[in-house]
């Protein structure tokens, strides 16, 4: 049976949305180096130092996901069958890995400089600019998340998760330039770098791993899984499920399952049971890709290794 498609204009409506957020993140990585390279040569500042590496690393991360989510909204191919929806997947992997690497050299740096402190110049400038790059993180993770709720896509949550962590941190960065300026404290500052790198630490565990969850095909949450039975099994011709197999792929849920009908039902009316519960679960899912096969009640051989789930109509 041919999988059930989800409607073309939601998957348009995603893919427009994706596009667009990525073109603004990575146009507001370009601002906010743009910013704390200035902020970093007039004050000196570590925890600006820290910041500026971050966003650098954002805007590499931002690129990797704008080139993502183009690839992975490629439709299916001979080589890809199932679409490349996985795509998002290794983007936000290599994100992760980034964001390891910049929380390590954050973290040395703040190390060094809590050893061997040095002042702090120009606050002021590192004050406005650091404000400055407060409102437009802030601004592109609203953004995002609306995106991000009409698209699903996992590369655009995981550059979210990246720069709502820049959001907290550039208020820890406020702090240490505030403390290594206006309180002669430059220790401070250093701290500040120290825990924006734990902070950056921790999120790419985050990152890493929702992206692992994608490419090792692990199931959707159990409260999908209870939703998709229950579509499924409010018809009473149905009266079960087994061998249910749920997975993502980018943001599109892939559902596989056998379903029990009535040995008697035609070829024809099997069919049209199916169909009504393939749209069911549209109308609940609306980027799924569904495969579901017919089994005549107490007949069904086993089709598929043990695990699979099996849900029977009370």
């Known amino acids: 049976m041919t999988p059930a498609a989800a409607p073309a204009d939601i998957h348009a409506d995603a893919h427009a949305a994706t596009r667009a957020i990525t073109r603004l993140s990575v146009g507001v990585a370009v601002v906010l180096i743009a910013l704390k390279a200035f902020a970093l040569g007039a004050s000196g500042s570590v925890s600006i130092l820290a910041s500026l590496a971050d966003s650098a690393l954002d805007l ?38 980034l964001v390891f690497a910049t929380a390590l050299f954050i973290g040395w740096e703040a190390v060094q400089r809590i050893f061997d402190p040095r002042p702090v110049t120009s606050g002021y400038w590192g004050v406005l600019i650091i404000l400055i790059s407060i409102a437009l993180t802030g601004w592109l993770v609203w953004m995002q998340g609306r995106a991000m709720r009409q698209s699903g896509s996992l590369a655009v949550a995981a ?11 550039n208020g820890v ?10 309180l002669a404290a430059p220790g401070l500052d250093a701290a500040a770098g120290l825990v924006v ?27 999908d899984r209870v939703a998709i039975t229950t579509a ?17 792929a980018g943001s599109v849920m892939m559902i596989q399952m056998h379903v029990d009908l009535e040995p008697s039902l035609t070829l024809d009316a099997a069919h049209a049971i199916v169909v009504e519960a393939e749209n069911r679960l549209l109308a609940a899912f609306p980027r799924a890709d569904i495969l579901i096969h017919p089994d005549p009640r107490g ?15 009370s």
């Open 60 to 97: 590499v991360a931002s690129l990797g996901v704008f080139l993502a989510v183009r690839w992975a909204a490629a439709p299916a191919d001979e080589d890809h069958r199932y679409g490349h929806g996985k795509g998002e997947a290794l983007a936000a992997l290599v994100q992760a890995g």
């Open 159 to 169: 550059d979210r998760a990246h720069y709502a962590g820049d959001l907290a941190a």
């Open 173 to 182: 960065v406020l702090i240490g330039v505030i403390s290594g300026t206006f």
């Open 197 to 223: 790198s734990v902070w950056l630490f921790w999120g790419a565990l985050g990152i890493l791993k929702a992206a692992a969850d994608h490419l090792v095909d692990k199931a959707v949450p159990d409260a």
């Open 232 to 248: 499924v099994l409010s018809d009473p011709r149905i009266s079960g499920v087994h061998q249910l197999r749920t997975r993502m």
């Open 299 to 313: 007949r069904a051989e086993p089709h598929a290794p043990s695990g699979a789930e099996t849900v029977q109509d």
